[in-house]
């Protein structure tokens, strides 16, 4: 059974650093692709930052140069470093697991993606 835990959300003023941690189970993220999502409220989920079975990376534009994605294969751990945060990136923030299909390139497409953590809740306060 595919399981997600993120931890690591907070607030945190405009400029500030967050570094949020998904530790996963259920399967190994060295074989099948992670992602983190993000859902502010009114608006619909979007990609943040995948990683692809091969460490690809790809990041969503408004995120580009600020955060960074990175997986640690023998600590099943996939971590979400952002910095220079801004108040817009205030979300509910959610890691997911693509294990439709393995060894896949990085992904922020959501319905590539089958299994959800609970999110952990990002606030940022100009």
């Known amino acids: 059974q595919v399981q997600l835990a993120e931890s690591g959300g907070g607030s945190v003023q405009a400029g500030g650093s967050l570094r949020l941690s998904c530790v996963v189970s259920?399967?190994?993220?060295?074989?099948?692709?992670t992602g983190w999502f993000r859902q502010a409220p009114g608006k619909e989920r979007e990609g943040v930052a995948g990683?692809?079975?091969?460490?690809?990376?790809r990041y969503a534009d408004s995120v580009k140069g600020r955060f960074t994605i990175s997986k640690d294969n023998a600590k099943a751990t996939v971590t979400l470093q952002m910095d220079s945060l801004k108040p817009e990136d205030t979300a509910l923030y959610y890691c997911?697991?693509?294990?439709?299909?393995?060894?896949?390139?990085?992904?922020?497409?959501?319905?590539?993606?089958?299994?959800w953590g609970q999110g952990t809740r990002v606030t940022v306060s100009s």
């Open positions: 997911a697991a693509s294990t439709f299909d393995p060894w896949c390139g990085a992904s922020l497409d959501k319905y590539s993606y089958a299994n």
């Open positions: 259920g399967y190994t993220v060295s074989t099948y692709c």
């Open positions: 990683i692809g079975s091969d460490g690809s990376t």
